[in-house]
C-alpha cells in the first residue's frame, strides 16, 4: 500500500469513528499527555513515534485496546516499564473510550460472523436446490436416474483426466 493509500484509509477510518473517540484524537491533550509520559520515562524520538503510532492505532480501531501492551514491547524497554507506560496511556488518553473502542471491535466481528454464515448459507441453499432438482428430476424413473448418473461418472472421469 502506498503512503497516499495508507493515509486516505486512515482518514476514512477516523472519518466514520464515533465523536468521542474523535475528539480523543484532535484534543491537544492527548499529545501532551503521549509527550509526558514520553518525557517522564526518557523516551527517544524513535520511541516516541513508536508509543504514539501504537496508540492511534488502538484509537482509529486497527489494533485492539487487549492486544495494545503487547505492542509497546516495540519500545524496547523493561517489561517493568512498559507496563507503567501501558497504565499510564490507559489512564491518560484511552480510559473515556476503551469500552466504545472494544464495542466496536465486537460489532465488527459480529458482522464478519454474520457475513461468514450468510455466505455459507447461500453456499448450503445452492447445493440444496441442485440437489432437490436432481432428485425431482429422476425421482420415481430408474431409467432417468441411471442416465444421470452415467452422465456424471463421464464428466468426473473426463475432469480428472483434465487434472492429471
Known amino acids: 500500500m502506498e503512503n497516499e493509500e495508507i493515509q486516505q484509509a486512515i482518514g476514512e477510518r477516523v472519518a466514520n469513528l ?7 484524537i484532535m484534543s491537544t491533550d492527548y499529545e501532551k499527555n503521549l509527550l509526558s509520559i514520553g518525557a517522564k520515562y526518557n523516551l527517544n524520538q524513535d520511541q516516541l513515534f513508536k508509543l504514539e503510532f501504537e496508540t492511534s492505532l488502538v484509537l482509529i480501531g486497527y489494533t485492539h485496546p487487549d492486544e495494545y501492551r503487547g505492542r509497546l514491547d516495540r519500545l524496547e524497554l523493561p517489561k517493568e516499564i512498559i507496563d507503567q507506560i501501558h497504565n499510564e496511556v490507559n489512564e491518560a488518553v484511552l480510559k473515556s473510550i476503551v469500552d466504545i473502542i472494544k464495542s466496536n471491535f465486537e460489532r465488527e466481528d459480529k458482522e464478519e460472523m454474520e457475513y461468514q454464515s450468510q455466505l455459507e448459507s447461500e453456499d448450503t441453499n445452492d447445493a440444496d436446490k441442485i440437489r432437490n432438482n436432481l432428485k425431482s428430476t429422476v ?25 492429471k
Open 18 to 24: 464515533q465523536p468521542e473517540i474523535q475528539a480523543v
Open 139 to 163: 425421482k420415481n424413473n430408474p431409467a432417468q436416474e441411471r442416465d444421470f448418473l452415467a452422465d456424471l461418472g463421464v464428466i468426473i472421469s473426463e475432469s480428472t483426466k483434465d487434472n
